[in-house]
């Protein structure tokens, strides 16, 4: 009994912790994470395309030489056995004497991405309605277009964000190269990790505001964005280490490479989940909008799945 009571001290001490932590063991983390990660590994290969093709592009009109950076980190990072393929198609991308061709290989690209991410930022949407445990109420055509907007933005935001985590230091060099002087602003911006970190905020900002359909105040969706940039950043970081460090097509082929990266983005998805999760903890108690809005609209509060 004495254990007993020296929690309920505790729980009364630390609400917010204890809140958190119960709201973690009602709502599937896991399974909510897994099927948005899966579902974004169905956009994958469109995003290499995609940005195989706007890598032609850009080297063909803006004089740019982002094809021979891209063949070098495909050569030092890439396993083995992927590396014959991105080289061809990085290699086509560039040889291409069209350039409408070009453009219809990366709407082709961009179509497809764009369907296999909004499957994935579906779920992500759904996720955060279920831990804020209100019912989306809007509209069909409201829905996808939240996803697509939010896939096509957001997506945009994180890939750019992971660049610059993984070439952010050779960016900036080519930058300062091109303007014949070193920036201390572009340095801190590109190679040092900021410019990646206010990407990513401003992505994962917008999907906590826009994905759970309830009024809330502005400040109570900072504390998951800041939570959810810094988790996200460092597994980047540890991503990007462990590609320098082993190289995971040795023992399991082209398998080992998918599978860390469905590892990365399952972390992703559950940083993003418990996030939403710390958000609406904070928010239920604290957030006098939506507390007053649920408390005058009872019905839109959906019981946890069992």
Known sequence: MEWRTAVERMRSSWPVVFGIVDAVKRHKVSMLAKQAAYSLLYA????????????GLLDRYAGTDISSTLLREIDERVP???????????????????????????????????????GGTGALVYACNRVFDVSDTRSYVARKLLTLSLTL??????????????????????????????????????????????????AVGALYWFAPDVPRSRRWVLPGTVLVTVATLLAFLAFDLLMRLVDPGSAYGTAGSVLILLWLLYLVSVFVVFGGIVN?????????????????????????LP
């Open 44 to 55: 994958l290969p469109a995003m290499i395309a995609l940005l195989v093709s706007l890598t």
């Open 80 to 118: 083995e056995e992927l590396q014959p393929l991105l080289e061809s198609l990085v290699q086509h991308a560039v040889d291409q004497q069209s350039g409408s061709s070009a453009a219809i290989g990366v709407i082709v690209a961009l179509g497809v991405a764009l369907w296999g991410g909004a």
């Open 153 to 202: 933005g957001g997506g945009a935001l994180v890939i750019a964000s992971f660049i610059l985590v993984v070439l952010g230091e050779r960016i900036g060099d080519w930058i300062a190269e091109k303007i014949g002087r070193s920036s201390s602003l572009i340095d801190l911006l590109v190679s040092n990790g900021l410019g990646a970190a206010l990407l990513l905020f401003v």
């Open 280 to 304: 609406a903890v904070l928010s239920d108690r604290y957030d006098a909008c939506m507390i007053a809005y649920l408390d005058s609209h009872p019905e839109r509060r959906h019981p946890p």
